[in-house]
């Protein structure tokens, strides 16, 4: 999960802390990313950098990130838009709009 607010650092978005979390592997090929939201821009760089295979979104209605830029590049793209994921983030947004701004960059 997002971690920048516990860790006060910027840069732990939830894929950066997973992407830590898995620790150095020798490749990353052949490796799945699952998130929440389509990876912004920053976390998308990290899966075209380390040659991640696939990511599985499960939405891209409140946040459309990197994910076509991923798919251009050859990386497996599954969006499920899972309705679920897609009110979690709409309830969170609606309640923490100043984080939100931040988290994603405005």
Do not use: K
Request: charged share 25%; glycine share 12%.
């Amino acid at each position: 999960r997002n971690r920048r607010v516990q860790d006060g650092d910027p840069s732990m978005h939830a894929e950066t802390a997973a992407f830590r979390a898995a620790g150095r592997q020798r490749s990353y090929r052949g490796t799945t990313m699952v998130t929440t939201l389509s990876p912004c821009w920053y976390c998308s760089g990290l899966v075209r950098q380390f040659g991640i295979s696939r990511v599985v979104v499960g939405e891209a209605v409140t946040f459309h990130g990197g994910h076509d830029w991923l798919a251009g590049h050859g990386v497996e793209v599954v969006v499920l838009d899972d309705p679920e994921c897609v009110a979690m983030m709409r309830e969170f947004t609606a309640r923490n709009a100043e984080l939100w701004g931040e988290d994603i960059g405005e």
